[in-house]
């Protein structure tokens, strides 16, 4: 009866998954430069549905005991009060989202996601190499980003925002990728 159960759940559960990655893709593959919605939109969006397809180290899980997630932008806002604003009632792997601003990199509180706002390469190779070994999702939306080593790089395609993912990057920190998630994005590093 218990194994019953356990499959039913595993199946809701990846059925749940399969939809939110439809509303990801139907979402990220919308003109983003409508009337109602811009690009940091899409992209403080895209954070959560992120968070969905991939699963932090297992360590993580269990020392991390903060009832938030925590979203840091690291240098300049581009986001303005959107993340607030998106943010200020939902959670993120069953966790109230908790939104900060930092100018450097050891002003940096523990944090689920950072995104690395546009810095020039020298910068960015220093902030990932203090951030090695820690089990933060880096995103950005600068090119060449993913490529230096930053887990996640959104980048504008036909004005739809595309993701690229460095998987090796990412699997080396410990972090797993959902296949539905691979299959959507540009891999770089693949494994």
């Known amino acids: 009866m218990m194994n019953k159960k356990h499959v039913r759940f595993t199946f809701i559960k990846q059925k749940i998954k399969t939809v939110l990655l439809a509303v990801l893709m139907v979402v990220c593959g919308t003109k983003l430069f409508s009337q109602t919605t811009d690009e940091y939109t899409m992209k403080a969006i895209a954070f959560e549905k992120l968070a969905l397809f991939v699963t932090w180290p ?3 899980l269990k020392n991390n005991h903060s009832q938030e997630f925590v979203i840091a932008v690291l240098g300049q806002n581009p986001f303005g009060d959107i993340l607030e604003n998106i943010y200020k009632n939902k959670k993120i792997k069953d966790k109230k989202v908790k939104i900060v601003y930092v100018k450097k990199l050891q002003q940096l509180p523990e944090c689920q996601i950072l995104f690395i706002s ?4 020298e910068k960015l190779q220093k902030i990932l ?3 090695k070994g ?3 999702l880096t995103i950005s939306d600068t090119e ?6 930053c887990f996640i790089n959104y980048y504008l395609n036909e004005n739809k925002l595309r993701f690229e993912i460095n998987q090796k990057a990412m699997q080396n920190a410990g972090f797993t ?3 539905r998630l691979l299959r959507v994005s ?6």
């Open 129 to 131: 190499d203090d951030l």
């Open 177 to 179: 990728i959902d296949y």
């Open 186 to 191: 540009k891999i770089l590093n693949p494994t």
């Open 134 to 136: 820690k089990p933060i």
């Open 144 to 149: 060449g980003f993913a490529q230096a080593g």
């Open 118 to 121: 546009k810095t020039d390469s």
């Open 58 to 60: 297992a360590s993580t």
